[in-house]
């Protein structure tokens, strides 16, 4: 098209795209319910849960971006009601917006570039992590190169974001980036990373029988104003992905690094913990398969915390952290063991969000996605519980499987 021209095209598919590849819950509208943002391909759309009907979700608004959208998330600004909407594309820019309840429509506060246009190796927006607190997120591509933005607002109350920090890394590959609920200590960000620098440089194969893939913290200085490499620890090298375990009043912080057939409990200042993922047991069954989990989430509720996971057969475990109490019956944030146990059979999820109402929504890999309500939390039902006390904490070692059987239909 010339530049003088004044004709633009739009252009928008008859079928919008529905297959949801990420999916994140907040208090958008300012108020106290909760709404779920989704994004599917090129399309950005929120949900909310009335109260009166839990087996439902309703469209407030659905709004195509014109690109691909690579990773969304939410956060809140310290002392804020409302939380806002962060999403990496492949436009090579990361962009804030707010959902505006009384025009109905996403208002876009920041677009800051940080590289090329494009889906690329080293071009960050495959990840995207969020300081739980909301004063910091951390962007990183699939090798080398990661950027943090400070989160902050002005005098008049409006949100700004900062220059990029680099936590650059040459010849490196990223796996998985969380969060660390730190509470108001310094923001701390851990991923999953492999070097392969000597891979590079030897001929013979030997340097990548021996590779390892390393839990690595990265903190932001907000007094520096600079991001270090804090600590950095081996892991299973089946590790594929880490879920955020909260901190403060509502647990001991760290990550669950999740890997094949297993589970473990890390952190810098903790011991490891480790336990098995159930296999099924059955005449159908191969006794022998080892299981991914490809989807988790984590819930606070009244002091304490607790996580859903799911593997690649839709079987739902909970996982909860029992914490070593003081004289006076009081959780000291030591970490005493690592607890799994069977939950339920759901369809194969991208993700899984649960509401303060008792919903759990299940962005479904294939089909209709599916909005369930809690009966119960697994508490007082007599499904096996596996402890890490039974399971080594080193992958290499030896364990004994777990099993468990599946209910009947």
Aim: charged share 20%; glycine share 8%.
């Amino acid at each position: 098209m010339a530049t003088t021209s004044s004709m633009f095209m739009y252009s928008l598919t008859i079928q919008p795209p529905a297959s949801i590849t990420h999916a994140t819950v907040g208090q958008f509208t300012g108020t106290k319910e909760q709404q779920i943002v989704t994004a599917s391909g090129s399309r950005l759309t929120i949900y909310k849960h009335p109260n009166s009907d839990k087996a439902k979700l309703d469209v407030l608004l659905s709004q195509d971006i014109f690109g691909i959208i690579r990773v969304v998330a939410a956060f809140r600004l310290p002392g804020g009601s409302k939380d806002y909407i962060i999403i990496a594309s492949d436009s090579g820019r990361v962009a804030i917006i707010d959902y505006l309840p009384d025009q109905n429509r996403f208002n876009r506060i920041h677009l800051e570039t940080y590289g090329k246009s494009g889906i690329r190796r080293v071009i960050p927006g495959q990840y995207l992590a969020v300081d739980p607190k909301g004063r910091a997120c951390l962007i990183a591509s699939a090798e080398k190169n990661k950027l943090v933005y400070i989160l902050n607002r002005t005098p008049q109350a409006d949100l700004t974001i900062s220059s990029p920090l680099e936590a650059h890394k040459p010849q490196t590959l990223v796996y998985g980036l969380v969060g660390l609920d730190t509470g108001y200590d310094n923001p701390v960000f851990a991923a999953l990373e492999v070097d392969y620098t000597e891979c590079d440089q030897d001929p013979t194969g030997q340097a990548l029988n021996e590779l390892e893939k390393s839990l690595v913290y990265y903190e932001l200085d907000l007094g520096l104003n600079h991001v270090v490499r804090k600590w950095s620890d081996p892991v299973d090298r089946t590790a594929n992905m880490l879920l955020s375990v909260p901190g403060g009043s509502d647990g001991p912080s760290g990550v669950l690094v999740c890997g094949l057939d297993s589970i473990t409990y890390r952190h810098s200042n903790q011991d490891a913990f480790r336990v098995a993922i159930p296999r099924r047991r059955g005449a159908t069954e191969n006794p022998e398969r080892k299981r991914y989990i490809t989807a988790g989430v984590a819930h606070k509720m009244r002091g304490q915390s607790w996580f859903l996971v799911q593997s690649e057969d839709g079987d739902v475990f909970k996982v909860t952290l029992h914490m070593v109490e003081d004289d006076s019956g009081q959780m000291t944030g030591e970490v005493k063991r690592l607890v799994i146990k069977y939950f339920d059979t759901l369809p194969i999820a991208t993700s899984l969000c649960i509401l303060r109402t008792g919903g759990l929504f299940v962005a479904t890999e294939g089909g209709n996605h599916q909005l369930y309500g809690f009966e119960k939390v697994g508490d007082a039902d007599n499904e096996i519980e596996f402890y890490s006390d039974t399971f080594p904490s080193d992958p290499a070692e030896p364990y004994v499987p777990a099993y468990f059987h599946p209910p009947g239909l």
